[in-house]
């Protein structure tokens, strides 16, 4: 069964996408994550504990914090 996605969440320019699905008693999803228009990388997760709401919110994170990564890095790169 396939949860409703969430509308993209723009972070830092850059845009990402949550998908969800249940598949029997397990929660898996994906944030795919996008910049100026190009596909820059995807974060998967799933569970055997975990509700849909919890992986939505959990990916969430995982995609910030892989964005303030990228930030960090090319920020240090410039200098």
């Given at each position: 069964?396939?949860?409703?996605?969430?509308?993209?969440i723009?972070?830092?320019?850059?845009?990402?996408a949550?998908?969800?699905?249940?598949?029997g008693?397990?929660?898996?999803?994906?944030?795919?994550l996008?910049a100026?228009?190009?596909?820059?990388?995807?974060?998967?997760l799933?569970?055997?504990?975990?509700?849909?709401?919890?992986?939505?919110?959990?990916?969430?994170?995982?995609?910030?914090?892989?964005v303030?990564?990228?930030?960090?890095v090319?920020?240090?790169?410039?200098?």
């Amino acid at each position: 069964m396939r949860e409703a996605s969430s509308d993209p969440i723009i972070y830092r320019d850059v845009s990402i996408a949550i998908n969800v699905t249940r598949a029997g008693d397990r929660v898996f999803g994906h944030a795919d994550l996008f910049a100026a228009n190009e596909f820059k990388g995807r974060i998967s997760l799933g569970s055997a504990r975990a509700r849909p709401r919890e992986v939505r919110e959990k990916l969430r994170c995982l995609a910030k914090a892989k964005v303030d990564v990228w930030t960090t890095v090319e920020a240090a790169a410039r200098h």
